[in-house]
């Protein structure tokens, strides 16, 4: 059965965390990729930013929905909520704007494993770590790679 390290792309594309969101967006669209691992100085997944995270942070803010009764305001979204979605779209950097405690697996995980986590976190591409550092990347098109050469 094939594992994860035999299908994934070794040589990965990422960004830091520091890098601006017009960084990302440029890498993006110049690499033809809809989203990075983002890793630290010691190549550790600390997050993944994607196109939907820029295209979040370039919609339309809503205003949190709130009821009032009898002069009180009942906030129909958590303040928390409402808090992160403003960070977001008030962002500038990466680390602003990525998504933080990213889904990762390791390389001796099974292709049908890999494929099964993808559609269940309906997730396009998941980092491979090893001892906590990147070592690949896998995408629904090395899925569909791996389908083709078994036939």
């Known amino acids: 059965m094939l594992q994860a390290r ?3 792309t070794r040589e990965v594309i990422t960004v830091a965390p520091q890098a601006s969101v017009l960084e990302l967006a440029r890498l993006l669209a110049d690499s033809r990729i809809s989203g990075v691992p983002v890793v630290n ?7 993944v930013a994607t196109q939907s995270d820029l295209i979040d942070r370039a919609k339309k803010f809503d205003l949190p929905h709130v009821i009032t009764i009898l002069d009180a305001h ?7 909520k409402f808090k992160k979605k403003l960070e977001k779209l008030l962002g500038s950097t990466v680390a602003d704007i990525m998504t933080t405690k990213p889904i990762t697996i390791t390389g001796d995980l099974p ?7 993808m559609a269940a976190k309906k997730v396009h ?3 491979v770590v090893e001892d906590g ?3 690949g990347i896998i995408g629904k098109i ?3 790679r791996s389908l083709a050469q078994e036939s």
């Open 41 to 47: 100085a010691e190549d550790r997944v600390i997050g």
């Open 125 to 127: 591409t998941l980092p």
């Open 6 to 8: 035999d299908i994934m």
């Open 74 to 80: 009942i906030f129909l979204e958590t303040p928390a």
């Open 142 to 144: 090395d899925i569909v």
């Open 133 to 135: 550092k990147l070592i």
């Open 111 to 117: 292709v049908d494993e890999v494929a099964t986590l």
